[in-house]
């Protein structure tokens, strides 16, 4: 088998529990358990359920035999892995791992390669489409009162041609997701912006967007985005663990008109939220003044960001002798600080957002920030390019996708 870039398959498992234990046809799990097994990496990372399907964690297997505890999705699993990816490889450098992301994990850690914290030899990004995720604390409580069941016996969610199915073993309930999220519902903020729902900057891309007959449901996507992919999918392919099959015709129209959907909403939601934030990027941090005058400097959005790596940050300088114990500047000059270190970089994750207290927009303000950088420079973070690096001197060595 000869793969190349942007062939497509429909594949399975050819490892019964691994199939019937992961999500459609459990074709991710078998590659990451290859993966180890052939000593290509040194171990994998991926989500594990913790105390339910509401809690994800980021884990580090090196035993094959546990790579089945990284099986299957969880929907509420708001974290970014490309934090827990560089902290491993900063501790470790030789270490190869693979790792399964979403679409904004793969631009994280794109972004993390590039400012020279992640090697991208030393990484494969096993990529899964995503249509976004769902705090966890929000998702219980709208299971309980407006699908009216009990959020115990819910055993899967997935958004599907416009609804959101929350699946028990007495059978599906589902919901128009817009009627959800224009009460505060649904998705998290972030995702409803992303422009990234299948993962193209990754070495190998899977979902079930385009499986239609009888694999439908059984079996995954498989769409080949690099060399080092490719080279990957032959090798699994030739060990007899996976079955594979050519994608349908009308499977691929039907991805395609998929994931166009969802950048349609996706526009639409950045349109609004953009709105208003005429001028340049200081004029952004004006529009959202009375936000930032809430902020309590407890450091969360930047303890948060996967792209903050700095081991000495600025923000924490004790400032000249005559400043007794240093000083943390006031808003909006905290967080103007953080805009000349990552305006470039950021990939919409949502992190900081996620963890402030003072309930501060932060994720939409940063979007904002960013859609100006594309704007002026025609940079899109997370994306390998040829060309520079917006406020850097340099030009990126990194391939084009």
Known sequence: ???????????????????????????????????????????????????DIYDAVPILVTDPADVIKTAGSIHC??????????????????????????????????????????????VVMIG????????PVQTINMIRDVYELDPKDVIKEEIS????????VDGEKALKIDDLEENGMGRRENCRRCNLKIPMNADLGFGNWGVIGELAGKATFVEVFSDKGAEIWDKVVESGLIEVTDPKEKGIEIRTNINNFMLGQSFAKKESDYAGTTGDIIDVFYHYRDEFSKCMKCYGCRE????????????????????????????????????????DSCTNCGQCSEVCPCEIPVAKVWSTVNNKIREIYGYFPGMATTGPIPFTDHVSKVKRL
Not at 161 to 167: F, R, Y
Not at 333 to 343: G, I, K
């Open 161 to 168: 041609k416009g609804k959101l199915i929350i699946e028990t």
């Open 1 to 51: 088998m000869s793969t190349k870039i942007n062939d497509m398959y429909y594949a399975y498992s050819a490892i019964e529990d691994i199939r019937k234990k992961g999500e459609y046809g459990g074709v991710v799990t078998t590659i990451m358990k290859y993966l180890l097994e052939e000593g290509i990496v040194d171990g994998i990372v991926g989500v594990s359920e913790g105390q």
């Open 304 to 343: 948060a960001c996967p792209l903050c790596f700095c081991d000495d940050c600025c923000l924490e300088t004790e400032g000249p002798d005559w400043v007794p114990g240093g000083y943390t500047p006031a808003a909006p000059f905290f967080h103007l600080t953080r805009l000349v270190h990552m305006a």
């Open 77 to 122: 699993g708001t974290l970014n892995i490309a934090k827990f990816v560089s902290k491993y490889l900063n501790g470790a450098r030789d270490m190869k791992l693979a790792v399964a992301c979403k679409p904004c994990d793969a631009m994280t850690i794109r972004e993390l390669m590039k400012k020279g914290n992640i090697i991208e030899d030393n």
């Open 128 to 135: 899964v489409n995503c249509g976004g995720t769902m705090s």
